[in-house]
């Protein structure tokens, strides 16, 4: 049973433009979601995290949105880069540190 | 620089072999862990630790032991290698309490290991 899903596998936007992220969760037990971004042949960096208690978390070009009743996360891209060309993963935590994955979404900006 | 560091980078294996992957962080996190990644998949949760001298196991531990002894190093050892071991296996850690604790994982660059 996956806790934590990313229904797109892929996603094609526009440099400039706004890309939108989304991950589906099963288990209301979750503490934090993360969002980690990934280039090939790297490990996963860390990008953003919202707290369960909150429903929105900004850091610069990057905005995850948090909706509780939906069980679902957003990670927002505004304004879209080609250097944000990359595998972006969510991911959960339950219990202090062990977090649970998503399968990823590559992300492809188009300059 | 500060980080996690994994060694190595890539290696071979014969089926029944068994290997040590080494990870060392230089940041005094609590948390440490191993994944492995498998081809269009997400990352899989091997063991993890929340400090040294505790370890614990995650989504998928079968024919992989771990050990905390301290609190920089969390080596993973393959007992007897099998050709579904064939992966990328990354360790992270993290902080877990204060202001250093927002969850996030600080990722090695991965071990590339392939079992024939």
């Known amino acids: 049973d996956q806790q934590v899903k990313q229904n797109s596998p892929s996603l094609s936007v526009q440099e400039g433009r706004i890309s939108i992220l989304n991950c589906d969760y099963t288990?209301?037990?979750?503490?934090?979601f993360l969002w980690y971004k990934k280039y090939p042949a790297e490990g996963p960096t860390f990008l953003i995290s919202?707290?369960?208690?909150?429903d929105k978390n900004e850091d610069g070009r990057f905005t995850v949105f948090l909706n509780k009743s939906a069980k679902h996360l957003s990670l927002h891209i505004v304004p879209s880069q080609p250097g944000d060309s990359a595998v972006y993963f969510c991911a959960a935590i339950k219990n202090a540190g062990k977090s649970t994955f998503g399968d990823g979404t590559t992300l492809t900006v188009k300059p | 620089n500060a980080g996690v560091t994994q060694t190595p980078k890539f290696q071979v294996l014969k089926t029944g072999q068994s290997m040590t992957l080494q990870c060392a962080q230089d940041?005094?996190?609590?948390?440490m862990s191993w994944y492995r990644q498998d081809p269009g998949m997400g990352l899989r949760l091997i063991h993890y630790s929340v400090g040294a001298g505790i370890t614990d196991q995650g989504e998928v531990p079968n024919g992989y032991n771990v050990s905390r002894s301290t609190t920089e190093d969390f080596p993973l050892r393959l007992l007897s290698a099998a050709p579904s071991q064939t992966s990328v296996y990354f360790c992270?850690?993290?902080?877990?309490?204060?202001?250093?604790?927002?969850?996030?994982?600080?990722f090695g660059s991965g071990t590339r290991l392939t079992v024939v």
């Open positions: 919202i707290s369960s208690i909150k």
């Open positions: 940041m005094n996190h609590e948390y």
């Open positions: 288990n209301s037990m979750f503490d934090y």
């Open positions: 992270a850690s993290s902080a877990l309490f204060g202001s250093r604790a927002n969850y996030g994982y600080t």
